[in-house]
């Protein structure tokens, strides 16, 4: 738990005067920029000040089932999953919220795990007899990283259309033409196909589906490599994937990006140390996580109206491509 004193070191003031800040002193002779400094210090930090800790525990939010769907083994070999469900186990500590994790497996959950928490938040995709099974036994239902057919469902996500769409046309902004996709058919591989169909520069050949892992991405990224006309670029459903690339490049005696560039979904911290380190999509997986507890806060005070929520995405250029102008990849 972050402290008002770490705050306080942070910014180079009193915890005094963090406190008082924090508690909307209106009293306070403090400058604007100052206030302003212990505010984002204390945000980037997660820390909850006693107030909203208190509204958690007013609203009756004091025990939260955090249902996932995928298995513990699986979400270990995926750290974006990994930062998501800690974005929401951080926001929940910060403020005093207890919380159980339910995983995924070959049967439903112990619907009493549900029904004794004052809300559940669901990770990932869920299908619709799911999610019938969810509302059905959860107080208060969100979905984090799941945008849900039925709206009445609160949810928030990162737009993965449009990710991709931002990313292929940079891809082509650089005058990638023959680009290739592997992993999940799922949002991002329709925009994929919808996109090049509609420059003209589809080759069905050069998407590929298959599982979402370091192995599956060495696998996919062999056979793409041996075509008669290999991709220029080869995107992948995740960071996960492009390490099995960059094996398969690595081993078939090719360079990257010299014979062919890689690009992601993600932006998982090894990416940066990969060589060369690697260009891809930054999915705001903790800020995922920690919007689903507010949701679900809203929800259990009171709230009525729905809400669906839309995180930026960010491009993240790194040596794994050739460099916008202007922009020196590491």
Same mark, same amino acid.
């Given at each position: 738990?972050?402290?008002?004193?770490?705050?306080?070191?942070?910014?180079?003031?009193?915890?005094?005067? +963090?406190?008082?800040?924090?508690? #909307?002193?209106?009293?306070?002779?403090?400058?604007?920029?100052?206030?302003?400094?212990?505010?984002?210090?204390?945000?980037?930090?997660?820390?909850?000040?006693?107030?909203?800790?208190?509204?958690?525990?007013?609203? =009756?939010?004091?025990?939260?089932?955090?249902?996932?769907?995928?298995?513990?083994?699986?979400?270990?070999? %995926?750290?974006?999953?990994?930062? !998501?469900?800690? =974005?929401?186990?951080?926001?929940?500590?910060?403020?005093?919220?207890?919380? /159980?994790?339910? #995983?995924?497996?070959?049967?439903?959950? %112990?619907?009493?795990?549900?029904?004794?928490?004052?809300? /559940?938040?669901?990770?990932?995709?869920?299908?619709?007899?799911?999610?019938?099974?969810?509302?059905?036994?959860?107080?208060?239902?969100?979905?984090?990283?799941?945008?849900?057919?039925?709206?009445?469902?609160?949810? +928030?996500?990162?737009?993965?259309?449009?990710?991709?769409?931002? !990313?292929?046309?940079?891809?082509?902004?650089?005058? #990638?033409?023959?680009?290739?996709?592997?992993?999940?058919?799922?949002?991002?591989?329709?925009?994929? +196909?919808?996109?090049?169909?509609?420059?003209?520069?589809?080759?069905?050949?050069?998407?590929?589906?298959?599982?979402?892992?370091?192995?599956?991405?060495?696998?996919?990224?062999?056979?793409?490599?041996?075509?008669?006309?290999?991709?220029?670029?080869?995107?992948?459903?995740?960071?996960?994937?492009?390490?099995?690339? #960059?094996?398969?490049?690595?081993?078939?005696? !090719? @360079?990257?990006?010299?014979?062919?560039?890689?690009?992601?979904?993600?932006?998982? @911290?090894?990416?940066?140390?990969?060589?060369?380190?690697?260009?891809?999509?930054?999915?705001?997986?903790?800020?995922? =996580?920690?919007?689903?507890?507010?949701?679900?806060?809203?929800?259990?005070?009171?709230?009525? !109206?729905?809400?669906?929520?839309?995180?930026?995405?960010?491009?993240?250029?790194? =040596?794994?491509?050739?460099?916008?102008?202007?922009?020196?990849?590491?």
């Amino acid at each position: 738990m972050v402290t008002i004193k770490e705050i306080a070191a942070a910014v180079g003031v009193s915890s005094a005067t +963090v406190s008082r800040v924090l508690n #909307y002193d209106t009293t306070l002779s403090i400058s604007k920029r100052k206030r302003q400094a212990i505010i984002e210090t204390a945000e980037q930090l997660n820390y909850a000040t006693p107030r909203n800790r208190q509204r958690a525990n007013m609203q =009756g939010l004091t025990k939260l089932a955090l249902v996932h769907f995928l298995r513990p083994e699986q979400e270990l070999i %995926d750290p974006y999953y990994v930062a !998501l469900r800690l =974005g929401i186990e951080s926001r929940c500590a910060a403020l005093k919220i207890e919380t /159980v994790k339910v #995983y995924h497996t070959d049967a439903k959950p %112990d619907a009493t795990l549900l029904q004794s928490a004052t809300g /559940v938040i669901a990770i990932g995709r869920h299908d619709e007899d799911e999610i019938d099974w969810l509302r059905t036994h959860a107080r208060q239902l969100v979905l984090a990283d799941f945008v849900p057919a039925d709206e009445q469902i609160d949810s +928030v996500h990162a737009d993965l259309r449009i990710a991709m769409e931002r !990313l292929l046309q940079s891809l082509a902004n650089l005058g #990638y033409r023959r680009m290739a996709y592997i992993g999940l058919f799922d949002r991002r591989a329709q925009c994929f +196909v919808e996109w090049l169909t509609k420059a003209g520069w589809f080759d069905d050949r050069l998407l590929r589906s298959g599982d979402k892992t370091e192995e599956g991405g060495y696998r996919l990224a062999r056979d793409l490599l041996s075509e008669s006309r290999p991709p220029e670029v080869i995107i992948t459903f995740n960071d996960s994937m492009a390490i099995g690339v #960059y094996r398969a490049v690595s081993e078939m005696g !090719l @360079s990257i990006p010299g014979d062919v560039s890689v690009a992601s979904f993600n932006d998982i @911290s090894v990416a940066q140390f990969l060589s060369p380190p690697l260009t891809t999509v930054r999915l705001p997986a903790e800020e995922i =996580g920690e919007a689903a507890v507010e949701l679900l806060l809203e929800r259990v005070g009171g709230r009525d !109206l729905a809400k669906h929520i839309t995180l930026a995405s960010k491009l993240v250029w790194r =040596g794994s491509t050739r460099a916008p102008a202007g922009k020196a990849a590491p």
